[in-house]
């Protein structure tokens, strides 16, 4: 009998001490165009999940194939799990329930093609590496703002969104293109998104600049590239474990990138090959079939081989490979350091700011990194601006989804005007 009251006490005990997290989600709409009947959230996970999407409405459990209205949530949700989380927004109507696949940006077979949505990524399992993330890599449709608070919802921790409204976000992602066709409107003129250089089929960037004449330079210069960082990958094989990889990278004479080196736990004597032929796309895709060694590898596998790729790719799209422009860290050029300096969280500097003279970069993905905090391009994360909020139970219990306005309020541009007037009457005096 003894025995049997021990047990159940320690299964007391273990039930008490085992902490058990949830997240507060409220949802609140500040675009003026909609009321909250009119903005819609739709909630999807990733296939086969180890924790499957778990959610209350008011203690009703929330389901994957319902969009629900911002009004229906105006209590706010309990979220328990969701693994990969991605969820829709949408203004105006719903998004089609019980999707089988993602919806497609460009197909207008799809049923909502002709909805303006957009989304933004969760995973929650009471973990401390649980994030919340904006992502515009392949478009842009409704500026969202994720805010993080604890305390009971009491104490802001962070604020990931736009600082300009939607209206000047279209304006400027559609100059980084050289025509109109990246902006997508409805029947009715309305608009509904646009669509990024990684929305277009494999090997080509649409109406967006292509990459040649930047690896053209590149091989011309003659310039070693200098690959190096800090692996983390927490494994036990060789090519997981945490190490320093160290890479120099060429070109040979069919234009394949070429890159000697290795990692202090796998050795020094690898050879990563990036075919010509993918290169250029993947400065913008950043997801190319490479050669480990003459085995053929991809980011799935990933190793330190991925870092060091994905760091030369990330150069490409920042404007870092062959930058003359001078680290003001470092008093080095760009292009004659080593990119753990590029990647430094003391580093300003990006994009047009590297390569003043050309336009040897990633344009929409600028735009993204100027205006908001969203990922612009799948690398984004490696700048010195974060991009992703910790949901960490420790120290977050409340995440706000706001739908931010597309334009200013119409009082704010009277108050400017009569401020204005004033300011100029009292000068003309």
Not at 209 to 229: C, H, K, M, R
Request: proline content about 6%; charged content about 15%.
């Amino acid at each position: 009998m003894r025995t049997k009251n021990t047990i159940r006490v320690l299964i007391a005990l273990i039930l008490i001490t085992v902490p058990s997290y949830a997240l507060t989600m409220k949802f609140i709409n500040e675009n003026t165009e909609y009321n909250s009947n009119e903005v819609y959230v739709l909630f999807t996970e990733a296939a086969a999940p180890a924790n499957p999407f778990d959610a209350l409405n008011n203690g009703q459990p929330m389901s994957t194939t319902t969009s629900y209205s911002f009004a229906e949530l105006s209590n706010g949700i309990t979220l328990n799990h969701v693994d990969g989380g991605v969820f829709y927004v949408s203004l105006g109507k719903p998004m089609t329930s019980n999707r089988t696949a993602a919806p497609s940006f460009t197909n207008t077979s799809d049923p909502d093609y002709y909805t303006r949505w957009d989304k933004f990524e969760i995973t929650f399992n009471g973990d401390s590496t649980d994030v919340a993330n904006l992502t515009g890599i392949n478009s842009f449709a409704v500026p969202i703002s994720i805010k993080t608070y604890g305390n009971g919802g009491t104490t802001q921790r962070e604020s990931r969104g736009y600082s300009i409204y939607a209206d000047e976000m279209i304006n400027l992602l559609e100059a980084e293109a050289t025509n109109n066709s990246a902006v997508l409107k409805g029947a009715t003129n309305n608009f509904l998104r646009v669509i990024g250089p990684t929305t277009y089929p494999a090997g080509t960037s649409g109406p967006y600049p292509v990459f040649d004449n930047y690896i053209n330079s590149a091989i011309a210069s003659g310039d070693p590239i200098l690959i190096q960082g800090l692996y983390l990958g927490g494994g036990i094989l060789p090519n997981t474990t945490n190490q320093v990889y160290t890479f120099t990278n060429t070109f040979d004479s069919g234009s394949n990138m070429i890159m000697n080196g290795g990692g202090t736990a796998v050795g020094m004597d690898h050879t990563i090959v990036i075919s010509n032929d993918v290169l250029a796309y993947n400065i913008y895709a950043n997801n190319p079939d490479y050669y480990v060694d003459g085995m053929k590898s991809s980011f799935a596998a990933n190793n330190v081989y991925s870092a060091a790729v994905r760091d030369v790719l990330a150069g490409f799209a920042i404007g870092f490979v062959g930058s003359e422009v001078i680290d003001p860290a470092t008093g080095t050029a760009f292009k004659d350091e080593f990119s753990k300096y590029w990647y430094a969280t003391n580093q300003p500097l990006a994009f047009s700011d590297v390569q003043p003279s050309n336009e040897f970069y990633n344009g929409y993905a600028e735009v993204f990194w100027k205006y908001s905090d969203s990922y612009g391009f799948p690398f984004s994360d490696k700048l010195h601006k974060p991009v992703q909020a910790s949901l960490n139970p420790a120290n977050v219990d409340t995440v706000e989804i706001v739908i931010l306005p597309d334009v200013p309020e119409p009082c704010s541009f009277i108050i400017y005007s009569l401020l204005f007037m004033i300011y100029y009457f009292r000068i003309r005096k």
